[in-house]
């Protein structure tokens, strides 16, 4: 734990379990249709890939996001009686959360912010950055994955019963969930809220395969890093020897479940090693490892999410150019 007077954080290896990248990868890459999960896109390198991708012409994500927050951030900050303490996860650069941070800074003197994190040196860095950035503000992080954070803050950081708790879920993370996994990480962050605390939920429209597949496939080649790196992780990590020159990046939209399917392609017949799992890995030519799913929403999907989950989805903000959505769920008094 690294503890000064402005800020704390609390680090959980491997974001809670320090095995759980090694059982991870030996389960995924030994089943018939291999995969892993997207979490570990971000160690350090990754973390900064993403950064880039959030400033590539094709990635609108950020952009109508930030769009949203710039010019409704009071509006969405005002419908939150206050005072409130801030919790946000998967933070990440914690760019966009400024104007959030500031539109309550302007409300209220001061400011409990708690990041979560898998990344731990995401949030080292955007927590002093914010700290340099917001005398009024204090942070509490966690350097953990979502789960083993919402049990750790129930327990660590109980409700102040003078602040309602804001809990922040931007960028569409949500789209990374699958249908019941999502409703089973709202309904854990529901456990944490009470009676009338709020949930922000930034979360990306269904809309044509032609904006959505170069956001995800970018003519620069920064989204096809962003996931190669994860063979180099592993390379670098479990001691791998993938030839990351050896597979390509594949981003499709499946029209019928409203998802991005993320693979990455073995361009030819090969074996992998990986040797701290003393694993051996064969690919046949065009066969994929699955290491993302981005889901779209409209806005029914996301009223029945909230319904089912202990949420009333209580107001939507768009970009001007309707490609995002920003949702307010208040917690209900009989979840
Ligand atoms: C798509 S980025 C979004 C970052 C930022 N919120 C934004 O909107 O730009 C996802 C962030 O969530 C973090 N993350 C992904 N999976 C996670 C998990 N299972 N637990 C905790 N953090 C996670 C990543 O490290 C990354 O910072």
């Avoid at 950035?133 to 049990?151: N, S, V």
Wanted: hydrophobic share 40%; with cysteine; net charge negative.
């Amino acid at each position: 734990m690294l503890s000064d007077s402005r800020l704390t954080i609390h680090r959980f290896a491997e974001g809670g379990d320090s095995n759980a990248f090694a059982s991870d990868v030996r389960a995924g890459l030994s089943a018939t249709r291999k995969a892993l999960s997207p979490k570990y896109f971000y160690d350090e390198l990754g973390s900064r890939l993403f950064e880039a991708i959030c400033w590539l012409p094709e990635y609108y994500l950020t952009r109508a996001e930030s769009e949203i927050l710039r010019t409704h951030g009071d509006e969405i900050v005002s419908s939150v009686d206050g005072p409130v303490r801030l919790l946000e996860l998967g933070s990440g650069s914690a760019e966009k959360t400024r104007f959030l941070i500031e539109a309550l800074l302007s409300k209220q003197p001061q400011l409990h912010y708690l990041p979560v994190d898998i990344s731990d040196s995401s949030l080292e860095l955007s927590s002093q950055r914010l700290l340099r950035l917001y005398p009024g503000l204090r942070i509490t992080g966690f350097a953990a994955d979502y789960f083993t954070a919402l049990q750790a803050l129930a327990l660590q950081v109980p409700a102040d019963p003078g602040h309602r708790t804001v809990a922040l879920f931007l960028g569409s993370n949500i789209g990374n969930f699958g249908r019941d996994e999502s409703r089973e990480f709202l309904r854990a962050v529901r456990k944490l809220l009470r009676p009338e605390d709020a949930l922000l939920l930034g979360a990306d429209l269904k809309k044509s395969p032609d904006i959505l597949i170069p956001a995800y496939d970018d003519a620069l080649g920064v989204t096809a890093a962003f996931n190669l790196n994860l063979l180099a992780r592993i390379n670098r990590e479990l001691d791998g020897n993938f030839d990351v020159g050896k597979f390509r990046h594949r981003a499709t939209y499946n029209d019928d479940l409203g998802k991005i399917e993320i693979h990455l392609v073995s361009v030819e017949p090969q074996v992998v090693s990986v040797r701290a799992l003393d694993l051996q890995v064969e690919f046949d030519e065009g066969e994929t490892i699955s290491t993302e799913n981005s889901y779209k929403f409209d806005l029914e999907q996301l009223s029945a999410i909230a319904s089912d989950t202990g949420f009333a989805l209580a107001n939507t903000w768009f970009d001007r150019a309707r490609l995002f959505s920003f949702n307010l769920f208040v917690a209900q008094e009989n979840a």
